[in-house]
């Protein structure tokens, strides 16, 4: 029997997520979890006909929380480098973003182009590909890594510690809305373009298999661009979360 | 995730796990430095009779025994540049560790001077000495020897405390067990490596508390 | 904007308390099973077998030198591959009560050691049974000297359950994590989380002192 | 040397050959030396000859490496004897007193026959209430061990030894930490056990009390009994050098 | 009650109507004392009579509520007096010894006189060394305390107190933590110190010590001074029942 029996016997779908902030995965006031990705899961689990249950790590939690078979998928802004793909298996990508730089608004640095300069302080999150875009884009720079998701990013170049942050474009636009309007400059032109996609294991063909018909359905039936439209494209999200 | 553990990976990270001890080490080495003046400071405060040192001293002490590192790290990471205050990370976190451990050290300092008996004091009153030589000649020799096993045990809890400075983009030696878990996604090969080297300077610092133990032994004897 | 995000916050204050209650109630448990634990390897420990004490202090060695961190993870998930299956809630009790329980264990062990070598032999001398001794005689004396640092510990111990988190435990700290996403503001989300901790922690930071002040004083030591 | 007693082993405590080693150091040399029933002996010596090591051996808070320890017909270190039996038959009374911190005066008198004998709580607080009123402290029974002075700590521990009904009572300096009006205090009490008959080995410097009630003064010095006889041979009459330059220092003052 | 030599005002040490408490205990009344120079002055009584704490108030280790206190001619308690000076005009030899664990012998014996005197360190150490061989003690100057005897601790103690060439030694019960027959070694240095002319005051139960270098012993009881004579005086013809009863007890064993 495949993992796909497995889920429909047992009932119940489990999904790792990061709580890594808007628009991809968050807690809102009320404490209720939500989200882009959270949504696509919760609609997977829903055309399988079974419940779902969300198990909630740290970035450090993701990866053997699936090897360990606590979760079936996991379902983060990740970007599936090929490195990662030696260990776990990736569905094909469902929307691309890419790493943007972004300032404080009256800052000195005004382009890309300026963060190039010695000893810039760059904030960017641990382990995320932003990190590895920052390095190859400002050799020159000082690269500092944080951990504990994209806000705490924005609070360090907001505070000074750091001149300018790299992360995920939909991440910044999605998580500077907590800061009053226009406190941010973010750059127009994108360090890289990066694929996300949803991860499972090498042993779940059956699941893999599921997961990118579930979202080859998506987007041609336009359910995956409403969820984008909502939470990744506009602001509209804020107004019920 | 066992079955396929690979040492070959470990094998490949090792320069930076090396880098990373080096930097735990030696980080450890000047906040435990700190922590030293700051206990110091802290104790010698809470020693005197008047209320105006006491009373903050003691504050001081509890405020930072009863919140968690993190929060105080964060306290001071946000909080400094708020006050116009920028320093680097690495700075930063030196600081917070010598003043979470100081409050611990003060304590440890307190209660060494705490335990030696009244009739030291007494004989060196009686020898016409002066409160500071009192201090430094009969009080502060023997209480050195009952605080260090203590301040060597604070010192291993600082090290593993020494951690969270990952947090804040310090590349310390979880922060290289942390690369391999999110670069390669081989987190039991990054923990179980960190939970090695740390193992290592834990026996290392308990061999030094054994081996000070015998040296002081050696030069004071037992009373 | 700080008047706002004050709003936010106190709009958290369901999951804030929700974070509180798992804080405490992962604490509570394993402070009582890690209390009865680490007094049982405390009496075994100085014990005469060499094995067993040698045993014991081979594991708190291992529990004290390496990060709780990964010690949770270990017991979340390596431990499944040997075919024990655990829920988060279940591992995270087991976690702390291990290393409440290794650290519990010295501090009994240095409580005994402190009983004058006079007591035992009187209690020795007059009949009483190796647990007879223990119970009647050795351990209320070397309750003294325990309780403050026991204490203590357990200070120790509630700020320890914050590395649960890592493996999906909604407690105090990861609320913290949780609400600096919607208001980021670090400085103050973590004065407030630290405040928390402060409420919890500091009446038995109190208790320990008083414990210390005491210690000397109570049916006090013979005088010789 | 030792009494001729020795030689017919009726004795409640025979040691025949003992000895002892701390690592290199042999703390009893070859002791042969027999306490009959009823008997009092009083053990004196220089501080580090092996007194106590000599009447820690006999209810074995130390252990011997050679020779035999008799006690009560019960071998030493053979399998077949219950030390925790046997121990509840000899009372020992320490220097330090060492009574238990936290329990009251009744209670440190009752905790063994309770504990040990098991005698119902009732019939063993009746009968400890007897034994300190015995020793004169009727009024202290519910006092702790930090509110009685040196003298009445040390008659607590008496009666706490009394309580266990034992056939031999053992004394390590009994009154060697007290302050020199609270000695006869304890001394009196003593006296009082020796009379009603109780096999006693008292190591002890006092010499008005050696005079009074014992039977036999056994002279230690580095591990070796030296001398041995009634106190009047020994106070009159010492035998060698050493014990003469002992009694000489212990007696001037 | 006390020697009429108070009144003159001319003694090393003069207590005039001097009280203290502790708390609600009136543990000093009413002490009127006058010690002269070269007087060798033993105090005795009960536990807990106030011996120490009289002793103690001389050098101010204890301070006094009313009455009055000159030593060496200054008032203590009166500002112009400096104490840290005085005290190193007294030396006081404690019954615990209080020696410094973490200082050989001969660093004991320097300590003060370095860094209080300001002795060059030579010098300090040949008068120490010097000091040591006088209580007899030539070859422990390298010695740790914890490598001495109990004898052998209270007289580098002693030799401690003389390296201060002080005016006056207060020593407090200086023997009675100590195996009898170190008693005598102590009791000899003490005597030794006594013929040179030193003015001492010791409170002790050594009553040959007191028969043989005592010009007068003084009696406390609750805290009072209730008799004071020359030791024949008070032996022989104790004049109060309380310390007629006190005598028969330390005397009687
Ligand atoms: N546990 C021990 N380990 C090593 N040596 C010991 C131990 N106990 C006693 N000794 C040594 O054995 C010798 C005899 O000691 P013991 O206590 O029997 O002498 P003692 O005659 O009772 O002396 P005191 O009058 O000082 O009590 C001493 O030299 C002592 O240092
Ligand atoms: N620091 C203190 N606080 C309160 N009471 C004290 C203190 N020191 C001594 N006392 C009390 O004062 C009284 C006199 O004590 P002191 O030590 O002077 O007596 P002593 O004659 O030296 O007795 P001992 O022969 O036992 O040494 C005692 O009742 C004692 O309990
Ligand atoms: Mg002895
Ligand atoms: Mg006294």
Redesign the interface.
Known sequence: AGTLDEITKRGELRVAVQTQGPPFSLVGAAGERTGSSVELAELMAKEMGVKITFLDFDWDGLIPALLSGKADLLVADMTPTLARGMKVAFTKPYMYTGSTVFTKADSKFKTAEDCKAKGTKIAVLLGATGEKEAKNAFPDADIKSYKGGGPLLLDAVNNGQADCGVNDVSAVKGQSTAYPAGSFTIMPDLLSKEPLAFATRYDEPDLLVWMNLFLDQVSVDGRLQKNLDYWVNSEDWKKDH | ???NFSFRTIVEYLPLFGQGLVTTVWLSVLSFAGALAVGIGLAAMNLQRGRLFRIPAKAYI??V????????L??L???L??LGI?LP?LVVGILALSLNSGAYVAEIIRAGILSI?R??V??G??????YV?RMR??IL??AF?VTIPPLLGQA?VLV?DS?LL????V?EL??AG??L????????EG??T??AF??L???GL?GLAALSGRWLGL????? | MIWQQLQSIAGSYPLALRGLGMTVMLSLISLVLGTLIGFGLGILRTGGNRLISGAIGAWVDLIRGTPFLVQIFLIFFILPELGIELDAFTAGIIALTNLAACFICEIVVAGIRSVPTGQVEAALASGLSRWQRMRQVVLPQAMRIVLPPLVGQYVLLIKDSSVVSAIGLTDLTRVGWLVVQRVPNGLLVFFLVGLGYFIVCYPLIMLARRLEQRMGAAHGEVQL | MTSNRSKNGTGMIEFRGVNKWFGTLNVLRDITLSVEPREVVVVCGPSGSGKSTLIRCINGLETIRDGDLVVDGQRLGDPATNMTRLRTEIGFVFQSFNLYPHKTALENVTLAPIHVRKIPRAEAEKAGRELLAKVGLADKVNAYPAQLSGGQQQRVAIARCLGMRPKIMLFDEPTSALDPEMISEVLDVMVAVAEEGMTMMVVTHEMGFARKVAQRVVFMDAGAIVESGTPDEFFSHPKTDRSRAFLSKILRH
């Open positions: 995730m066992l079955e509890d405020a025994r009863a919140t968690p590192l993190l929060a105080q964060y306290f990471y946000f909080g540049p708020r920028i990370e008996p009739g030291q007494e004989a009153v009686a020898s016409g000495m002066t030589q000649l009969v020799p023997q020897k291993i593993k951690a990952s947090l804040i983009a590349a979880t922060r942390q690369l878990a999110s670069d390669r996604f081989m987190p039991a923990f179980i960190i939970a740390y193992l300077l834990y026996y308990k030069a004071g004897a037992r009373t």
